[in-house]
């Protein structure tokens, strides 16, 4: 079963910053937290991750609180393409499975 | 750089048929290979993953099996497909370090009428 706990939708206008939560209150201590994306029809794309700190790459950030049993995932200007499911996915180091939940469906509208 | 290949893009079989799905990694060497199944409106799951070749690991109970002849391809089998089989399956690689993020084909549509 997945770890994660996520609202099943959101919206965000184009432009503005998207925000998606994501509750992982079980987290163990060797656990990262995965984000990916699925845009209808395609195959998931990885996102970014991370352990405790904040981590930023050139598609999002990763804010991860301080308990580490939540976490929010940033798109900092969404534009209509990233409109797809997001996935919040907690992972175990050194294992190679991912288990995946029923993520948060982005609409983001003009 | 890397890619990965999936085919055929969409499969209509009917009830009882075999399945074969093939997937091929290009660019890496000794990957893990995983393949999931999505079945409509629902989230991933795991099928089958491969950290070597011959070396497969069975996450779900079903009449679907997986192999692996050479590094790079993965392939998901069946002998009888079954109704419940219908889903958008994707196969993924990833390296081998613990922390590697996977990534995913393009997926197989199979509609099992």
């Known amino acids: 079963d997945a770890k994660t706990t996520q609202p099943p939708s959101m919206d965000c206008a184009e432009g503005r910053a998207a925000n998606l939560p994501c509750n992982h209150s079980?987290?163990?201590?060797?656990?990262?937290v995965y984000w990916y994306r699925q845009i209808h029809s395609q195959g998931p794309q990885y996102i970014i991750h991370?352990?405790?700190n904040n981590e930023t790459n050139e598609m999002a950030s990763l804010i991860i609180t301080e308990d580490r049993k939540s976490s929010t995932l940033i798109l900092p200007h969404a534009t209509l393409r990233d409109t797809a499911v997001y996935y919040c996915i907690v992972r175990f180091y050194n294992t190679d499975k991912l288990i995946f939940g029923t993520g948060t469906r982005l609409q983001v509208f003009p | 750089s890397q890619t990965i290949h999936q085919w055929p893009a969409t499969l209509v079989q009917p009830v009882g048929s075999p399945l074969s799905l093939e997937c091929t990694v290009e660019g890496t060497s000794n990957p893990n290979l995983y393949w999931y199944r999505q079945a409509a409106g629902r989230g991933l799951q795991l099928l089958f993953y491969s950290v070597g070749i011959g070396q497969i690991s069975s996450e779900v109970p079903q009449n679907l099996s997986a192999s692996r002849p050479q590094d790079r391809q993965f392939i998901l089998s069946s002998k009888k497909l079954l109704l419940s089989d219908s889903g958008f399956y994707l196969c993924?690689?990833?390296?081998?370090?613990?922390?590697?993020?996977?990534?995913f084909g393009p997926g197989t549509r199979l509609t099992v009428t």
């Open positions: 079980t987290i163990s201590g060797n656990e990262y």
């Open positions: 991370g352990l405790k």
């Open positions: 993924a690689w990833s390296g081998s370090a613990g922390e590697d993020e996977q990534y």
